[in-house]
């Protein structure tokens, strides 16, 4: 099956600080990939959508300027998370869809960020 | 996207079977069901989808009512490692980028 990594894998940093999470298709290609973001005992929230060479669509309330995303390439994505603070703290989650090979998406294994 | 309603919880005891139920009485006509798995700490596994027919596949069965109103996925042996929560999704499948709505899902233990 289709496999998706995320780096790193988990992440702690100081508040004030930024951190960039990626996320690649590693035997496929995406034209779109999400990014989630899962509190404690919570269900994944969809942070944005991404498509490779255009901007991001960012959902209602996610502020664009701090979750900076790039998706450069066809395999890479990557999510910049902006002088970060402690209620940033999270599990980050990408997934990936493949062009036109299936309905599918393909998720990572997520980045647990810690922001002190 | 259809609304759909899981069980909270659900207890199952290893090498029984598991069965999941999930009610999605707007769906339209144009929309599938969707089960994915999360896997505490780990990233969500798609499990399998359906229209109208029944599928099944290596890892489970996906039964689906007639009236598409509610579905069942079935886990027929399950294991420890099957616990996990379980989302069932509604959505139109389509070739464009559409993200997956998850709900609460169904946190399904499997004892020894």
């Known amino acids: 099956g289709a496999v998706v990594s995320q780096h790193p894998s988990w992440v702690i940093c100081k508040s004030g600080t930024s951190v960039k999470i990626e996320c690649r298709s590693l035997?496929?290609?995406?034209?779109?990939m999400f990014w989630y973001r899962q509190f404690p005992k919570q269900s994944l929230m969809l942070m944005a959508t991404s498509n490779e060479g255009s901007k991001a669509t960012y959902e209602q309330g996610v502020e664009k300027d701090k979750f900076l995303i790039n998706h450069a390439s066809l395999t890479l994505s990557t999510l910049t998370v902006t002088s970060a603070h402690p209620e940033d703290s999270s599990f980050y989650i990408c997934?990936?869809?493949?062009?036109?090979?299936?309905?599918?998406?393909?998720f990572g294994p997520g980045t647990r960020l810690t922001v002190l | 996207d259809a609304k759909t309603t899981q069980p909270p919880s659900m207890d199952c005891a290893e090498g029984r079977a598991a069965n999941l139920p999930c009610n999605h009485s707007t769906i339209s006509g144009n929309e599938y069901v969707y089960w994915y798995r999360q896997i505490h700490s780990q990233g969500p596994q798609y499990i399998i989808h359906g229209l109208k027919n029944n599928e099944t596949n290596e890892m489970a069965s996906l039964i689906i009512t007639e009236d598409r109103k509610s579905s069942t996925l079935i886990l027929p042996h399950a294991t420890l490692r099957d616990t996990a929560v379980y989302y069932c999704i509604v959505r139109v499948a389509s070739h464009s980028g559409y993200a997956l709505n998850f709900g609460k899902g169904t946190s399904l233990l499997v004892t020894p």
């Open positions: 997934s990936a869809k493949a062009g036109l090979a299936g309905n599918e998406q393909f």
């Open positions: 035997d496929f290609q995406a034209t779109t």
